[in-house]
Nanobody, 126 residues
């Protein structure tokens, strides 16, 4: 059974940085695209950043482009999200997800992802 465990969230001030880490276990990792999504209070979950199975293609939501960086380490079965210049609008529960199907493109649609972690809370005070 695939398990995804997020870590690295916390409470920070605006302008600070955080690095989220998602550790995958129980299944293949290196042949699957991975993604980060987030859900703010009272809002629907939204795409943040995704990376394809090779790590060669990444895509970002416009709201985080230039501030967040997604990367993966296939030797360690981890996917990371470096978040810089955080602001209050970044406050949300951040989820890691693995695509349903191997290989393919860096998909941004939730329905393309079949496994989800429990989430890690990021709170940015202004």
């Amino acid at each position: 059974q695939v398990q995804l465990v997020e870590s690295g969230g916390g409470l920070v001030q605006a302008g600070a940085s955080l690095r989220l880490v998602c550790a995958a276990s129980g299944g293949s990792f290196s042949t699957y695209g991975m993604g980060w999504f987030r859900q703010a209070p009272g809002k629907e979950r939204e795409f943040v950043a995704v990376i394809n199975w090779t790590g060669g293609t990444t895509r970002y939501a416009d709201s985080v482009k230039g501030r967040f960086t997604i990367s993966r380490d296939n030797a360690k079965n981890t996917v990371n999200l470096q978040m810089n210049s955080l602001n209050a609008e970044d406050t949300a529960l951040y989820y890691c997800a693995r695509k349903r199907a191997p290989f393919g493109v860096a998909a941004t649609t939730e329905s393309d992802y079949g496994y989800w972690g429990q989430g890690t809370q990021v709170t940015v005070s202004s």
